[in-house]
T-cell receptor, first 110, second 118 residues
Framework: GNSVTQMEGPVTLSEEAFLTINCTYT??????LFWYVQYPGEGLQLLLK?????DKGSNKGFEATYRKETTSFHLEKGSVQVSDSAVYFC?????????FGKGTLLTVNP | NAGVTQTPKFQVLKTGQSMTLQCAQD?????MYWYRQDPGMGLRLIYY???????DKGEVPNGYNVSRLNKREFSLRLESAAPSQTSVYFC?????????????????FGPGTRLTVL
């Protein structure tokens, strides 16, 4: 079956620090890979996605590269801001349905 | 263009009561979904509707029923609420057309309904 494993949090960083949140997956076929972000009290928003191997998704300074050989889709940002504090979910979708990781809480302190 | 809307935002029920969570989307999407979010569990799919007139069970369907009323609306019903159904419920939609690895597999989420069952 399909599954997503992402690093457990919480992750606490100082402003302008480098961020990596690890995500690995198990899937049949060729799924799309996603990072969703959930700000406090809100629903999930798509942060970025990649649809095939070696694709890089990017948005708002965040990046992730679809690595088929390591079945990974790690999220990175070079310099985090307080406003990036949120829960980040890695997910995959081989068809209609999304399979999510458990989420990683990121707190960025000024 | 409101995207995906959900009502109510908050609800408190007693064990055994019933209620219906409403969801509507204005993006003309074919597929709609209901998820529940519990601490440390991520989001788990309850039911989904790949197209108008069809519904299918997801990972955790027990205790729930759904109705795809039309292309815009997809409701989730709890017939006899239990404390284990205390959760945050999210509705989502996508325009999935059967082609994996395309833009159509992105899901768009509503703001959620926070349900407490006492």
């Amino acid at each position: 079956g399909n599954s997503v494993t992402q690093m457990e949090g919480p992750v606490t960083l100082s402003e302008e620090a480098f961020l990596t949140i690890n995500c690995t997956y198990t899937a049949t076929g060729y799924p799309s890979l996603f990072w969703y972000v959930q700000y406090p009290g809100e629903g999930l928003q798509l942060l970025l996605k990649a649809t095939k191997a070696d694709d890089k998704g990017s948005n708002k300074g965040f990046e992730a590269t679809y690595r088929k050989e390591t079945t990974s889709f790690h999220l990175e940002k070079g310099s985090v801001q307080v406003s990036d504090s949120a829960v980040y979910f890695c997910a995959l979708s081989p068809d209609y349905k999304l399979t999510f990781g458990k989420g990683t809480l990121l707190t960025v302190n000024p | 263009n409101a995207g995906v809307t959900q009502t109510p935002k908050f609800q408190v029920l007693k064990t055994g009561q019933s209620m219906t969570l409403q969801c509507a989307q204005d993006m003309n999407h074919n597929s709609m979904y209901w998820y529940r979010q519990d601490p440390g569990m991520g989001l788990r799919l309850i039911y989904y509707s790949a197209s108008e007139g069809t519904t299918d069970k997801g990972e955790v369907p027990n205790g729930y029923n759904v109705s795809r009323l039309n292309k815009r609306e997809f409701s989730l019903r709890l017939e006899s609420a239990a404390p284990s159904q205390t959760s945050v419920y999210f509705c989502a939609s996508s325009d999935y057309t059967g082609l994996a690895g395309t833009e159509t597999d992105t899901q768009y989420f509503g703001p959620g309904t926070r349900l407490t069952v006492l």
